[in-house]
């Protein structure tokens, strides 16, 4: 069976692309199948595992506006395993092409329905809106997770996020669940941390990982090489922890 994990939070910079490329290459390096779909018009998970966003030909837009056959646009990566439905820029279109289309949240759903009995998890990495191109990704997705950055107003925005995932549960997808939340970017040296870690669980209780992500600067560097952090740097903290959330996240099947 297949699971369909969304990565969703529409702030900006706190951990999404950076997750879903290194949870699913921590995946795959454990030896599950993973599909990762790219659906932020930024594109940065599709350069993040390597791609030149220039040789693309079809991408997730051609799949949700043009009906084109997602199996055509799946691309291979530099991890055994991992592959991709990339993005380009192009996307950025999209949001205003579905308004008029019937059944324009459910297009990314019936395109996943095609292709997900390949793989163990398809991980969707949203743009950082609560727009169609996300409501698209939570009605696809069995499951959400939530990565919040350790900082100030962490919590900030977040009722609008869970009020989002709500709304599609009783309309659109009433399968969809809460995954967990991941905290992201914990500076280890400085208090401030400590305290958005226990307000974050204090909110949402056991649905946080016990997988904590710190600041990790190669984590920062690997995208530049078009590198998971699992081939770029397999000794750093980094690859070590999001190893270590792979098998949290696939121990809670
Ligand atoms: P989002 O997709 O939510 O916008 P990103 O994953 O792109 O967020 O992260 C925002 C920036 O922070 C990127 O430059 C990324 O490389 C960096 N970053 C993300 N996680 C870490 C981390 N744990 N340590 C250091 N830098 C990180
Ligand atoms: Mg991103």
């Given at each position: 069976?297949?699971?369909?994990?969304?990565?969703?939070?529409?702030?900006?910079?706190?951990?999404?692309t950076t997750?879903?490329v290194n949870?699913?290459?921590?995946?795959?390096?454990?030896?599950?199948?993973?599909?990762?779909?790219?659906?932020?018009?930024?594109?940065n998970?599709?350069s993040g595992?390597g791609?030149?966003?220039?040789?693309?030909?079809?991408?997730?837009?051609?799949?949700?506006?043009?009906?084109?056959?997602?199996?055509?646009?799946?691309?291979?990566?530099?991890?055994?395993?991992?592959?991709?439905?990339?993005?380009?820029?192009?996307?950025?279109?999209?949001?205003?092409?579905?308004?008029?289309?019937?059944?324009?949240?459910?297009?990314?759903?019936?395109?996943?329905?095609?292709?997900?009995?390949?793989?163990?998890?398809?991980?969707?990495?949203?743009?950082?809106?609560?727009?169609?191109?996300?409501?698209?990704?939570?009605?696809?997705?069995?499951?959400?997770?939530?990565?919040?950055?350790?900082?100030?107003?962490?919590?900030?925005?977040?009722?609008?996020?869970?009020?989002?995932?709500?709304?599609?549960?009783?309309?659109?997808?009433?399968?969809?669940?809460?995954?967990?939340?991941?905290?992201?970017?914990?500076?280890?040296?400085?208090?401030?941390?400590?305290?958005?870690?226990?307000?974050?669980?204090?909110?949402?209780?056991?649905?946080?990982?016990?997988?904590?992500?710190?600041r990790n600067v190669r984590l920062s560097e690997a995208p530049s090489h078009g590198q998971s952090i699992i081939t770029y740097d397999p000794r750093s903290k980094g690859a070590?922890?999001?190893?270590?959330?792979?098998?949290?996240?696939?121990?809670?099947?």
């Amino acid at each position: 069976m297949s699971k369909i994990i969304a990565i969703a939070n529409q702030k900006g910079g706190v951990g999404k692309t950076t997750t879903s490329v290194n949870l699913g290459a921590g995946m795959a390096a454990l030896g599950k199948k993973v599909l990762l779909v790219d659906i932020d018009p930024q594109g940065n998970t599709t350069s993040g595992v390597g791609i030149n966003k220039a040789d693309v030909a079809d991408c997730i837009y051609d799949v949700l506006i043009n009906e084109v056959d997602p199996q055509d646009t799946i691309l291979e990566t530099q991890n055994e395993g991992l592959h991709i439905i990339p993005a380009t820029i192009q996307l950025a279109g999209a949001e205003i092409e579905l308004v008029s289309m019937i059944s324009r949240e459910l297009k990314l759903k019936k395109a996943l329905n095609a292709v997900k009995g390949n793989y163990d998890y398809v991980i969707i990495d949203c743009p950082p809106s609560l727009g169609i191109l996300t409501i698209n990704s939570l009605t696809a997705a069995d499951s959400v997770i939530i990565p919040i950055q350790c900082e100030y107003y962490a919590l900030e925005g977040l009722s609008q996020l869970l009020n989002t995932v709500r709304l599609v549960q009783k309309n659109l997808n009433p399968h969809l669940k809460i995954e967990g939340v991941l905290l992201t970017m914990l500076d280890a040296r400085t208090n401030l941390g400590i305290q958005v870690i226990e307000e974050v669980k204090k909110y949402f209780q056991e649905k946080v990982y016990k997988t904590i992500i710190p600041r990790n600067v190669r984590l920062s560097e690997a995208p530049s090489h078009g590198q998971s952090i699992i081939t770029y740097d397999p000794r750093s903290k980094g690859a070590e922890v999001y190893l270590e959330l792979a098998k949290e996240v696939i121990s809670y099947e």
